[in-house]
């Protein structure tokens, strides 16, 4: 039986923020990775021994729900209330997912 649990919502916040931090910055270096391979596979005259392969993490970002603030409201006006980390869906036959959230074992099968 499976179910999506929520943590509190200040903790929540502070884990999708980190989450998307990491997702900033891990894209950002694996775009210095390939353009590295590709710099060094210019410069070389020899051919490559095996393909490359051209991966990439997912399109994301964190949205955020604020407080409208009313009377029966313990939240001050514009008080953050709830995050989500919003993903792109990637569509296509030539899109293999390699690591979920649900189980860090790749999936090459």
């Not at 884990?15 to 390939?34: I, M, P």
């Not at 604020?66 to 990637?90: D, E, H, P, R």
Request: include cysteine; charged fraction near 25%; charge should be negative.
């Amino acid at each position: 039986d499976y179910r999506i649990g929520r943590f509190a919502p200040v903790d929540e916040l502070a884990k999708l923020f980190r989450e998307a931090n990491v997702l900033y910055w891990a894209k950002a270096l694996l775009g210095f990775v390939y353009d590295f391979v590709n710099h060094a596979i210019a410069d070389t005259s020899d051919p490559l021994p095996f393909a490359i392969p051209q991966v990439r993490f997912v399109e994301a970002g964190l949205a955020l729900s604020y407080s409208q603030g009313n009377s029966k409201s313990t939240l001050k006006t514009g008080t953050a209330c709830t995050a989500f980390l919003l993903k792109k869906v990637i569509e296509g036959e030539d899109f293999t997912k390699f690591i979920h959230n649900m189980d860090p074992d790749p999936l090459l099968d």
